[in-house]
């Protein structure tokens, strides 16, 4: 993969429908104070409100800084994101979809220190401050402290504060090959199944502690707003997903086995889906 040396970070965005949105998500970007050049990869997914128009306002502000990715049809997100990684130059990648945003000019560096200094670690995050439709804080933590995640935390789904708007991770042949998977594109929460890909290398994630940026719960939102069956539904599958095409230990395994019995059997008795529930736990057993 071609890289021009002077970029350090890649900024990669990805939106569609965005429009109330967008302009707050970009100033976001430009407001950073970095010792660094970054450069803006957006993926447009072929909107159907004024997204398009702003971003084409703002490359055209800034034709040496954004990159706009579009295309004659909607991709969805997930081709949308890989499309996008594959065009980063930067020796890291730093992430947010277009309705969500930075509050701390200070973020990208603050990551790019961190990563630098500590190369047994592939992503880092930080905390986030969750607001919904009427700009209202819905949750932020109080206090936070340094966490540390490894792959057996994401095989188990603990990620805390590790949002997709807070996150940078070292650009690597890896993190680019994922959007080549096939099971990839059938994900439904693909920001979990993209962290706990990459860090199955063996290398770890780091939350720095301290708020840096905003995730936003709205009615057009991928995940945050869907119904209850639905989003459990949708957990399900990525968890066949992962045992299916993840690696684990015989004491993972039934941990996983343990998961399963607690998280979703009875959903699936529920839902009359018998021989599925047989074959999850055979597949476990």
């Given amino acids: 993969m071609e890289r021009k040396e002077d970029i350090l970070v890649s900024i990669c965005c990805i939106t569609y429908n965005h429009e109330k949105y967008i302009a707050q998500n970009i100033e976001s970007y430009l407001m950073q104070e970095t010792n660094f050049k970054?450069?803006?990869i957006i993926g447009e997914d072929c909107?159907?409100?004024?997204?398009?128009?702003?971003l084409e306002a703002y490359q055209r502000m800034y034709p040496e800084l954004i990159t706009l990715i579009t295309s004659e049809e909607?991709?969805?997100?997930?081709?949308?994101?890989?499309?996008?990684?594959?065009?980063?130059?930067?020796?890291?990648?730093a992430m947010c979809d277009g309705d969500d945003y930075w509050t701390s000019p200070l973020k990208l560096q603050k990551q790019v220190d961190f990563l630098e200094a500590n190369p047994e670690y592939i992503i880092c995050c930080n905390y986030s401050q969750v607001i919904n439709e009427n700009e209202e804080t819905v949750y932020v933590h109080p206090s936070p402290v340094g966490l540390e995640f490894t792959y057996e935390d994401l095989l188990y789904d603990r990620k805390d504060e590790t949002r997709i708007c807070s996150l940078m991770i070292r650009n690597c042949k890896q993190v680019i090959d994922i959007g080549s998977e096939d099971w990839y594109h059938r994900t439904h929460a693909a920001d979990r199944?993209?962290?706990?890909?990459?860090?199955?290398?063996?290398?770890?994630?780091?939350?720095?502690?301290?708020?840096?940026?905003?995730?936003r719960i709205h009615t057009g939102g991928v995940w945050s707003m869907i119904d209850t069956n639905l989003r459990k539904s949708k957990r399900l599958s990525d968890f066949n997903l992962i045992i299916k095409h993840f690696k684990y230990t015989s004491l993972q395994k039934r941990t996983l086995?343990?998961?399963?019995?607690?998280?979703?059997?009875?959903f699936e008795i529920r839902q009359l889906k018998f021989n599925h529930a047989i074959q999850t736990i055979s597949a476990l057993w």
């Fill in 193 to 215: 199944m993209f962290k706990l890909y990459v860090v199955s290398n063996g290398k770890k994630i780091y939350v720095i502690p301290e708020v840096m940026s905003c995730y």
């Fill in 74 to 93: 909607n991709v969805g997100s997930i081709k949308n994101h890989a499309r996008s990684m594959a065009q980063c130059k930067g020796k890291y990648i």
């Fill in 38 to 40: 970054f450069e803006i």
């Fill in 257 to 266: 086995l343990k998961i399963y019995l607690k998280q979703y059997l009875i």
């Fill in 47 to 54: 909107s159907t409100d004024n997204t398009l128009k702003i």
